[in-house]
């Protein structure tokens, strides 16, 4: 007989890539993973995880065995929702990740939307980024990531009384963005590659207020989602649209396979997407 748990860090292996990260996302020692792979590969008399110099990859076997992992570890998600639907009233926590702005923007508003609708269910919120969010959804440290999907300037700036500004313009300035690895900085990038140019980016950080800051200060130029914007101070710095197709985000709430449907987790849902839709004019989660 497989043990489920031992699913769970095989999947954890194979997403972080080294018993050592996997062992410290499901807050286990490595020892303690390294005996759990053992005993799992004893249980299915196959070899599953190989390591060496670069890490740790599944054999073909352990392959095999992730592919039912997750159809595995789903139903055992809609087996525990329908059992807590089951059980009487719903009352409990919900664990969410959400990068700061989502924070600000639809899960700040959404807690209250549940006060009203949901009373019972207690929500514990995280601020993590978008790239680090997801992966803690699968390690079970957090119920709920909300993330961002990308898709494809000072007041003495020479383009400062343009209504829009055209990215192509700015391939001679400085940039001020995210630092690689944070969703933001891809769409940095990208716009300018459509432009036809590199980015110079001169200063990073992962604060938009930060960034803008460093804008006011005639640092650079730099590319900020509108939301982003919301309450903050622009002093000494002038806001312009992007002339013709503005790079895009797309926001979305992730959960583990199975647990849409959690007694918790649906209404957490349900909440953020009323204000989305309210807020922004978002599809649904």
Same mark, same amino acid.
């Given at each position: 007989?497989? @043990?489920?748990?031992?699913?769970?860090?095989?999947?954890?292996?194979? @997403?972080?890539?080294?018993?050592?990260?996997? &062992?410290?996302?499901?807050?286990?020692?490595? =020892?303690?993973?390294?005996?759990?792979?053992?005993?799992?590969? !004893?249980?299915?008399?196959?070899?599953?995880? $190989?390591?060496?110099?670069?890490?740790?990859?599944?054999?073909?076997? #352990?392959?095999?065995?992730?592919?039912?992992?997750?159809?595995?570890?789903? !139903?055992?998600?809609?087996? $525990?929702?329908?059992?807590? @639907?089951? #059980?009487?009233?719903?009352?409990?926590?919900?664990?969410? *990740?959400?990068?700061?702005?989502?924070?600000?923007?639809?899960?700040?508003?959404?807690?209250?939307?549940?006060?009203?609708?949901?009373?019972?269910?207690?929500?514990? +919120? !995280?601020?993590? $980024?978008?790239?680090?969010?997801?992966?803690?959804?699968?390690?079970?440290?957090? @119920?709920?990531? %909300?993330?961002?999907?990308?898709?494809?300037?000072?007041?003495?700036?020479?383009?400062?009384?343009?209504? !829009?500004?055209?990215?192509?313009?700015?391939?001679?300035?400085?940039?001020?963005?995210?630092?690689?690895?944070?969703?933001?900085?891809? %769409?940095?990038?990208?716009?300018?590659?459509?432009?036809?140019?590199?980015?110079?980016?001169?200063?990073? =950080?992962?604060?938009?207020? *930060?960034?803008? *800051?460093?804008?006011? *200060?005639?640092?650079?130029?730099?590319? %900020?989602?509108?939301?982003?914007?919301?309450?903050?101070?622009?002093?000494? +710095? %002038?806001?312009?649209?992007?002339?013709? =197709?503005?790079?895009?985000?797309?926001?979305?709430?992730?959960?583990?396979?199975?647990?849409?449907?959690?007694?918790?987790?649906?209404?957490?849902?349900?909440?953020? $997407?009323?204000? &989305?839709?309210?807020?922004?004019?978002?599809?649904?989660?």
């Amino acid at each position: 007989m497989i @043990d489920a748990r031992r699913l769970r860090i095989l999947r954890a292996v194979a @997403d972080h890539r080294t018993v050592t990260a996997a &062992a410290a996302a499901l807050y286990l020692t490595p =020892s303690a993973v390294s005996q759990q792979l053992a005993a799992l590969e !004893q249980e299915t008399g196959h070899r599953l995880v $190989e390591r060496g110099a670069r890490g740790a990859r599944l054999t073909a076997a #352990g392959e095999i065995l992730l592919s039912h992992t997750n159809v595995v570890l789903a !139903q055992l998600e809609r087996a $525990e929702a329908e059992l807590a @639907d089951y #059980g009487a009233g719903v009352a409990g926590t919900v664990t969410v *990740a959400a990068f700061a702005t989502g924070i600000g923007l639809v899960l700040a508003p959404a807690l209250t939307e549940l006060a009203r609708t949901a009373p019972g269910i207690r929500v514990k +919120v !995280q601020d993590a $980024e978008g790239d680090a969010s997801v992966p803690m959804v699968l390690d079970r440290q957090v @119920d709920v990531a %909300v993330a961002v999907e990308y898709r494809g300037a000072p007041v003495d700036h020479r383009l400062a009384d343009q209504d !829009q500004v055209a990215v192509a313009d700015l391939a001679k300035d400085p940039w001020i963005g995210p630092y690689p690895g944070n969703p933001c900085h891809d %769409v940095v990038v990208l716009a300018c590659e459509f432009a036809g140019f590199a980015p110079r980016l001169e200063h990073s =950080s992962d604060d938009f207020r *930060a960034v803008v *800051a460093l804008a006011g *200060a005639d640092a650079g130029v730099a590319l %900020v989602p509108r939301s982003a914007l919301r309450g903050m101070e622009l002093t000494g +710095v %002038v806001v312009r649209p992007v002339e013709g =197709s503005a790079p895009t985000r797309r926001v979305f709430a992730a959960v583990r396979q199975g647990a849409e449907g959690h007694p918790l987790i649906r209404p957490v849902l349900d909440a953020m $997407e009323a204000v &989305a839709v309210r807020e922004a004019g978002l599809a649904r989660i």
